[in-house]
């Protein structure tokens, strides 16, 4: 009895996620000083910290909602315990990607651009600062896209990581830096969307694990199904769908292989 208790209690704790809002303060050259959006979801006995780079437009309003609870891919994050509990942080914009950048939706010029890889930055150091904890950033779709260019910038920038995760990537996804970092890409097998489609995920593994001197791995999610009607590149298998906890899964079993000390 004490047991099921236990587990029950540990169940509503993971549901009861508190969120945390810190607007993280950040100046890019002559422009005006503004934040960075950010909801951070912590864990006592957590290892590491996790903070997720968000495809589509990258702005989802996650810092005005009240007490924003972790949703999606992230929720199954958080509720795991066991192997490798984890601090959750959602990096967010106060707009579009495309509209502050001039791009449209369907391109990635955003993603690369050289005020995009300094927020990112930012919100690394101020999570290693905050929580004394290694960092890994996990990005999906757009979001990969946007980890890519991140380490392509500066080979010092994969010096503040303890890994990275590549989720549902973008078919531009590439990344031919030399690297000695943890690195997973995980896809879903049967991605049905044009623009991530599962073998652009399979030359994205590749063309890591030849110059990477660190662990690479391709996990594929295999569960789950697409939605009748639905846009495949907001639906179905491509966000995970009737599936987020195996690939959550995936992704803890990973971190938990690293040794973070």
């Given at each position: ?27 890019y ?55 490798a ?33 300094e ?37 010092e ?38 623009w ?66």
């Amino acid at each position: 009895m004490k047991n099921i208790l236990l587990s029950v209690l540990i169940f509503l704790a993971s549901v009861n996620a508190k969120a945390e809002i810190n607007l993280i303060p950040f100046q890019y050259g002559s422009e005006n000083k503004t934040t960075i959006p950010t909801v951070h979801w912590s864990k006592a006995d957590s290892k590491a910290v996790v903070i997720f780079l968000p495809g589509g437009s990258g702005s989802f309003g996650v810092t005005k909602r009240v007490d924003a609870k972790p949703n999606w891919l992230l929720a199954d994050l958080y509720k795991l315990s066991g192997v490798a509990p984890l601090d959750l942080v959602f990096m967010d914009s106060h707009s579009s990607l495309q509209a502050d950048f001039g791009d449209s939706y369907f391109r990635w010029a955003a993603r690369r651009d050289p005020r995009h890889i300094e927020l990112i930055k930012a919100s690394i150091l101020y999570y290693r600062v905050k929580t004394n904890k290694p960092v890994f950033l996990l990005g999906h779709s757009n979001g990969s896209l946007s980890i890519a260019e991140f380490l392509k910038t500066s080979p010092e920038h994969q010096k503040l990581l303890a890994g990275v995760i590549f989720s549902g990537s973008r078919n531009e996804t590439e990344l031919k830096t030399p690297l000695a970092l943890p690195v997973l890409v995980i896809h879903h097998r049967s991605d049905s969307n044009r623009w991530t489609t599962p073998r652009s995920a399979e030359s994205l593994f590749a063309s890591v694990k030849r110059n990477n001197a660190g662990m690479t791995e391709l996990a594929w999610v295999e569960g789950g199904r697409d939605v009748a009607g639905g846009d495949p590149t907001h639906t179905g298998r491509h966000m995970y769908h009737e599936a987020t906890e195996e690939a959550a899964e995936i992704i803890q079993n990973f971190i938990a292989r690293i040794d973070t000390k």
